[in-house]
């Protein structure tokens, strides 16, 4: 897939303007460039915004193996912050194991010189159609 918007509409993540770089296979790539109102009285990156963007690449990564699921329902989730988020931040998800419903990914986010900022475990249900009718 290329770069840009997600393959399905997710107001929130539009709104905080994180971009889809790579999608498929299980992995994918995205890209947040903060802005002001994305930052905590320390002038870093605030937490919600990096869970955020952790929930999306993990999510997205589980969703990527399966083209006819309509989404993700996050079910459990977990992040630690190891750095202070500052500038671009890269984040990469990676889906790890497959069940019969569920999906466990993991992944991390990263500033643009590599520095590790927090890394993620969790699981995901894909959601499909006729689940929602």
Known sequence: MSAGTFDIL???????GIRLLEKGGGRVLIRLDP?????????????GVLMTML????SSASRSLDA???????????????GRAMGSIFGEGRAQRTGRSL??????????????LA????TFKLVY?????
């Open 35 to 47: 802005l002001p109102e994305h930052l905590n009285s320390w002038q870093g990156v605030h937490g």
């Open 55 to 58: 929930d999306v690449a993990l």
């Open 10 to 16: 997710i107001p929130f993540v539009e709104h905080l």
């Open 68 to 82: 006819a699921c309509i989404g993700a329902t996050t079910v459990e989730l977990k992040v630690n912050f190891l």
């Open 103 to 116: 999906i466990f990914s993991e992944g991390e986010l990263k500033d643009e010189a590599g520095l590790l």
């Open 129 to 133: 159609p006729s689940q929602t009718e």
């Open 119 to 122: 890394k993620a475990s969790g």
